[in-house]
C-alpha cells in the first residue's frame, strides 16, 4: 500500500497524559498537513509541513499541541496533558509540490483518540 | 468569521437516480475548491477540483458547478450506487494560503437501492 498511514488507528488515554500519533505520508509528497476531525464536521487545519519546515503553526488549537517532521519524511504529532475535548480523529495528508491547477490533499485512515 | 457551509446535512437517493449535493462558501476571495468523499472509517478522498476561473468541470460521473456570483458550489453525481454512500464535504483555499484549507460540515449521501 501505497498511501498515506497513520499509527496508531486508535487511541484510549486518561485525562492529563500525553500522547504521540504517527504519520507517513506518500514517499515523493513534500508537503505534510494534520488535520483535527470531530464528530459530525468536516476537517480542521492545524498545521503543515514542506519537507522538514513547519511553515504554518498558528492553527494548532494550543500550545499543547505540538508537531515535528525532522527528516521531511515521516511526521509526529503530540498532545501533552490531554483534555477530554481533545478527543477527536486526527488526520494526516500529504501532496505535492502545487503544481498549479492541483493542490490535492491525500488523507490516511486517521487516529482517533479517546480521552475519559 | 467566514466559513464553508453546506445546504443540507443529509441527502437520500434511489440508486440510478442523479445525486446534487450543494455547498455555500461564505470568503468571495477563495480561489479554489474541492470536493471530497469519506467514508465510515476512512480518510477523505479527493473527487474533484475546480479553480475560480472555471464554472464547470467534469470528472467520471461526478459534475463540479461553480457559480462565483451566489458564492455557490455543487456537486452531482450520475446514476448514483450504492458505493457513492458516505459523507460528502466541500473544501476551499483562500488565495493568501494555497495550503490552508477550509472545510465546510458535511452532506451523509445515503443511496437506497
Known amino acids: 500500500d501505497t498511501g498515506v498511514s497513520q499509527d496508531p488507528r486508535h487511541k484510549i488515554t486518561k485525562r492529563g497524559q500525553n500522547v504521540t500519533f504517527r504519520c507517513d505520508p506518500i514517499?515523493?509528497?513534500?508537503?505534510l498537513y494534520w488535520y483535527r476531525q470531530t464528530l459530525g464536521q468536516g476537517p480542521e487545519f492545524l498545521t503543515y509541513f514542506q519537507n522538514e519546515a513547519q511553515l504554518e503553526k498558528s492553527r494548532l488549537l494550543s500550545d499543547r499541541f505540538s508537531a515535528e517532521r525532522p527528516k521531511g519524511s515521516f511526521s509526529t504529532l503530540e498532545i501533552q496533558r490531554t483534555e477530554q475535548g481533545d478527543s477527536a480523529m486526527y488526520l494526516c495528508?500529504?501532496?505535492?509540490?502545487?503544481?498549479?491547477?492541483?493542490?490535492?490533499?491525500?488523507f490516511g485512515p486517521g487516529t482517533r483518540l479517546t480521552v475519559l | 468569521g467566514e466559513s464553508v457551509g453546506l445546504h443540507l446535512p443529509t441527502l437520500s437517493v434511489q440508486e440510478g437516480d442523479n445525486s446534487i449535493i450543494n455547498c455555500a462558501y461564505s470568503?468571495?476571495?477563495?480561489?479554489?475548491f474541492i470536493w471530497y468523499k469519506q467514508e465510515s472509517g476512512k480518510g477523505p478522498q479527493f473527487i474533484i477540483d475546480i479553480r475560480s476561473n472555471m464554472d464547470k468541470r467534469q470528472g467520471q460521473r461526478v459534475t463540479v458547478l461553480l457559480n462565483k456570483t451566489v458564492k455557490h458550489l455543487s456537486l452531482q453525481i450520475a446514476a448514483t450506487q450504492p458505493g457513492d454512500s458516505a459523507v460528502y464535504f466541500c473544501a476551499e483555499n483562500p488565495p493568501y494560503n494555497n495550503n490552508d484549507m477550509r472545510f465546510g460540515a458535511g452532506t451523509r449521501l445515503t443511496v437506497k437501492p
Open positions: 514517499s515523493e509528497h513534500n508537503r
Open positions: 470568503n468571495s476571495a477563495s480561489d479554489y
Open positions: 495528508a500529504s501532496s505535492e509540490r502545487d503544481r498549479g491547477l492541483a493542490n490535492e490533499q491525500f
